[in-house]
C-alpha cells in the first residue's frame, strides 16, 4: 500500500525550530516531486512549499521564505521540511503531498488537487 507519513511535528516557542519528515512506503519517492501544505484551525489548506524529483528546485510561499527549507534524500525516501524561526502564525496541522515528478516544472507549485498522495499530518504549535 502506497502512503505518505509525517512526523517531527510538537509544541515550540517562538524563535525556536522544528525539522518535518515526509516518509514514503510502497513507492519510490525518487519519482514524485513533493509538497508541503498546512492548514490551520478555520483557515483553508494553504502550499508551504514543494521540491522536485532531484531536489535541485524547490518554491516556497511568501509567508515562509526565508525561514523554511525543503530538502530530500531520495536514498531515504524521505523529504525535510527545517522550519526556523517559527512564528504563532505557523500553528496549523502540517500535511506532505506527492504528485508524479513530471507534474512540476520547478516554477511554481502545483495546486492541491494536483497531488495523488497526502500523508496524514503532523500538528506543528508555536507557542510560548
Known amino acids: 500500500q502506497s502512503q505518505l507519513v509525517e512526523s517531527g511535528g510538537g509544541l515550540v516557542q517562538p524563535g525556536g525550530s522544528l525539522r518535518l519528515s515526509c516518509a514514503a512506503s510502497?513507492?519510490?519517492?525518487?519519482?514524485?516531486?513533493i509538497g508541503w501544505f498546512r492548514q490551520a484551525p478555520g483557515k483553508e489548506r494553504e502550499g508551504v512549499s514543494c521540491?522536485?524529483?532531484?531536489?535541485?528546485?524547490?518554491n516556497y510561499a511568501d509567508s515562509v521564505k526565508g525561514r523554511f527549507t525543503i530538502s530530500r534524500d531520495n536514498a531515504k525516501n524521505t523529504v525535510y521540511l527545517q522550519m526556523n524561526s517559527l512564528k504563532p502564525e505557523d500553528t496549523a496541522i502540517y500535511y506532505c503531498a506527492a504528485l508524479p515528478g513530471i507534474s512540476y516544472d520547478g516554477t511554481v507549485c502545483p495546486t492541491s488537487d494536483e497531488y495523488v498522495y497526502w500523508g496524514q499530518g503532523t500538528q506543528v504549535t508555536v507557542s510560548s
Open positions: 510502497g513507492f519510490i519517492l525518487g519519482y514524485f516531486a
Open positions: 521540491i522536485n524529483t532531484s531536489g535541485a528546485r524547490t
